[in-house]
């Protein structure tokens, strides 16, 4: 069983940044697409950016410009670069991994943006 295990959120000033990760127990190359989520209170999950094996990437227009979506296969971890953080980027975020017949996802990562 692919387990996958967020870190790296936490709470922020409107304007910080913060570094998401997302380690995979199994070999990350055996996935086409790594995605970032989130789901702020009260609203459903969103795709904020993703990562295809061969490292094209795609993002929310919300996020544009801000975060960065990146992956390192020796260490089996994807990461999320959030920079100019604002209060409506408050949700958990959780990371996905998908192939054609596989779909994982972690546990969720908390990140507030406030003053």
């Known amino acids: 069983q692919v387990q996958l295990v967020e870190s790296g959120g936490g709470w922020v000033h409107p304007g910080g940044s913060l570094r998401l990760s997302c380690t995979i127990s199994?070999?990350?190359?055996?996935?086409?697409?790594m995605g970032w989520y989130r789901q702020a209170p009260g609203k459903g999950r969103e795709l904020v950016a993703h990562?295809?094996?061969?490292?094209?990437?795609a993002y929310a227009d919300s996020v544009k410009g801000r975060f960065t979506v990146s992956r390192d296969d020796a260490k089996n971890t994807v990461y999320l670069q959030m920079n100019s953080l604002k209060p409506e980027d408050t949700a958990v975020y959780y990371c996905?991994?998908?192939?054609?017949?596989?779909?994982?996802w972690g546990q969720g990562t908390q990140v507030t943006v406030s003053s």
């Open positions: 996905n991994a998908h192939s054609l017949i596989d779909d994982y």
């Open positions: 199994g070999s990350i190359a055996t996935f086409d697409v």
């Open positions: 990562i295809w094996r061969s490292a094209s990437t």
